[in-house]
C-alpha cells in the first residue's frame, strides 16, 4: 500500500514525516473486523551529508474498543457513563468517537491527554448525576 498516495491517508502521513513525530489515525474497520486505530511511526535514514531522509514508517493497529475494554468495564462497574474520543490530527482537534455508553451527556467530566501528539478526550458522567464539584474533580484526578 503507497500511503503517500492513498486519500484519507496521505495528509497525516506526510504530517508525521514533516514534522517526525507517531501520528494516530481512527477510527476505521478493519478487514477482519471491528474497529482500528493506526499507529505510524516515521523512521529516518541518516545520509553520508549527516542529513536525514525518510525511509518508511513502523506501523501497528490496535484494536478499539477492545484494548480499552477494562477500563470501559471498571467505569460501568463504578456507575459512570463514559465517551472516548480521538482527534484525526495533531493540528486539528475534530474528535472521531471511539466508544461511548451511548447516552446523551449533559454535564460531563472531561479530561484530554496527547501521547504521540495525538489528542484524546475521556469524557465521564455519573448515571445518577453529578452531586457536588469535588465528586466531579476526584474521578479525573484519582
Not at 506501523?59 to 475494554?69: G, K, L, M, N, T
Request: proline fraction near 6%; charged fraction near 20%; aromatic fraction near 12%.
Amino acid at each position: 500500500m503507497d500511503l503517500m498516495s492513498d486519500g484519507p491517508r496521505t495528509q497525516i502521513c506526510e504530517y508525521g514525516i514533516e514534522h517526525n513525530m507517531v501520528t494516530f489515525q481512527s477510527p476505521f474497520t478493519l478487514s477482519q473486523g471491528g474497529q482500528g486505530i493506526v499507529v505510524r511511526n516515521p523512521g529516518f535514514l541518516e545520509d553520508p551529508d549527516g542529513g536525514q531522509r525518510f525511509w518508511g514508517f513502523t506501523i501497528a493497529i490496535i484494536r478499539v474498543p477492545d484494548i480499552f475494554r477494562d477500563t470501559i468495564d471498571s467505569l460501568t462497574q463504578f456507575g459512570f457513563y463514559y465517551r472516548l474520543s480521538v482527534a484525526t490530527m495533531p493540528t486539528d482537534l475534530n474528535y472521531n468517537l471511539i466508544d461511548s455508553s451511548g447516552v446523551a451527556f449533559t454535564d460531563a467530566a472531561s479530561f484530554t491527554v496527547a501521547p504521540g501528539n495525538c489528542s484524546w478526550k475521556l469524557e465521564v458522567m455519573p448515571i445518577d448525576g453529578l452531586e457536588d464539584e469535588t465528586h466531579h474533580n476526584l474521578i479525573l484526578f484519582s
